[in-house]
């Protein structure tokens, strides 16, 4: 393997590159639930449950959908930096927190699609603001589903008829929510601002309130308010999808972030906004409202889509804080590669 890759059991300036990428990935409350290994081929990619956001995601799914979206970012990260990624998706029963191993296989010629999506990941955003009252044309929404189809989700545009339901359901998992004194305990620590901090929702990202309540975004704005934060019109008719697996197992989760992730970075590619509004599936009896238990599709994310202003960057870690270190076999296997 090149240098440029893995040199001494630590990714060489290529593979930083693409864990950078991997990092930019969108997660629950910008929690960045992972961790990087080198191993004697590539990266392994571990779950970190230690940020996991008990409260609203127990099982962790959350979390296994957010890593899925940074094994997508460095699966285009890699193909556009010339090198096949050659993924095996896990876990395994007895490594519950090894989620991918993703070796750099040979070279590949980047095509368009892949210089689109890269270029994407850094400006891809979570949009909490109110998007213009346009439609989104049916061929960009078919390019959406074609995106989360390639990637083994199906993505469903909530028809017009059935709108005010999904919304419906948002709402009330969010005023559930707000009653909650465990999720205002929460939501704190995950929007606390201080100097320096690399992770949780910042006061940038809230957006304003809805006033009327036409989309129910997650207000992250609930225990520490912006500063100066205004009440907007959002638009009437938002234009929602929501992603579906067929399972609900920690694989299928991994599908379900790359497939989010491939239909986000689509979406930024087109020009779209998008905003996730997973509130109802963080609730069992609401989730299942939603899935479609005849052909075993469950509901994995509702995003909603349309044209929006620019919305600022929320930090992310440094690499250094993300990397765990190589074992020491590989650290030798790697060295020899390293050198040819
Ligand atoms: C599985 C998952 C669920 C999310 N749920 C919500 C949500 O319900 N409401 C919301 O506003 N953002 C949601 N987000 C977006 C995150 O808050 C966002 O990705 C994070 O704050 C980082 O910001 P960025 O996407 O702009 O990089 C979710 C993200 C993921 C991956």
């Known amino acids: 393997m090149n240098a440029g890759w893995i040199r001494n059991g630590r ?15 969108p997660s629950v409350h910008n929690s960045q639930p992972w961790r990087f290994r080198p191993h004697p081929t590539g990266i392994e990619v571990l779950a970190d449950r230690r940020r996991q956001v008990d409260l609203v995601d127990p099982a962790g799914r959350e979390l296994t959908i957010s890593v899925g979206a940074a ?51 850094a400006h891809r955003r979570t949009n909490r603001r109110p998007f213009a009252d346009l439609a989104v044309p049916g061929e960009v929404l078919d390019e959406l589903v074609a ?18 339901s999904v919304l419906a359901l948002i709402g009330t998992a969010e005023d559930r929510r707000r009653v909650d004194p ?17 992770d949780g929702v910042p006061p940038q990202a809230f957006g304003p309130w809805p006033v009327p309540r036409t989309v129910p975004v997650r207000d992250f704005g609930l225990v520490w ?9 959002f638009e009437e008719d938002p234009v929602l999808a929501v992603l579906y697996t067929v399972g609900d197992s920690p694989r299928d989760w991994l599908r379900a972030g790359q497939a ?24 069992p009896e609401l989730r299942d409202l939603l899935g ?20 600022p960057p929320v930090p992310r870690r440094p690499l250094a804080e993300l990397l765990e270190p190589a074992p020491a076999q590989a650290v030798d296997a790697v060295g020899v590669a390293g050198a040819s």
């Open 71 to 121: 094994v997508f970012n460095l699966r285009v990260a890699m193909l556009a930096h010339g090198r096949i990624p050659v993924m095996r998706l896990l876990p395994e029963p007895d490594d519950p927190d090894l989620l991918a191993r993703i070796a750099v296989g040979p070279p590949i010629e980047t095509d368009e699609t892949v210089r689109l999506l890269a270029r994407a990941v």
């Open 225 to 233: 308010p912006a500063p100066r934060r205004r009440v907007a019109a």
């Open 292 to 311: 479609r238990q005849q052909d075993g599709r469950r509901a994995q994310a509702i995003i909603r889509i349309g044209y929006g202003p620019l919305s």
């Open 260 to 283: 989010l992730q491939r239909v986000l970075l689509t979406a930024t590619v087109r020009g779209l906004a998008t905003t996730l509004l997973t509130q109802p599936l963080e609730f």
């Open 11 to 25: 990714p060489g300036p290529l593979m930083a590159a693409c864990l950078e990428a991997a990092a930019a990935a």
């Open 182 to 198: 465990a999720y205002w305990a929460e939501l704190e620590r995950w929007t606390r601002d201080r100097p320096g901090r690399l």
């Open 147 to 164: 995106a989360a189809r390639t990637e083994h989700g199906w993505l469903a545009v909530v028809d017009p008829m059935m709108r005010s």
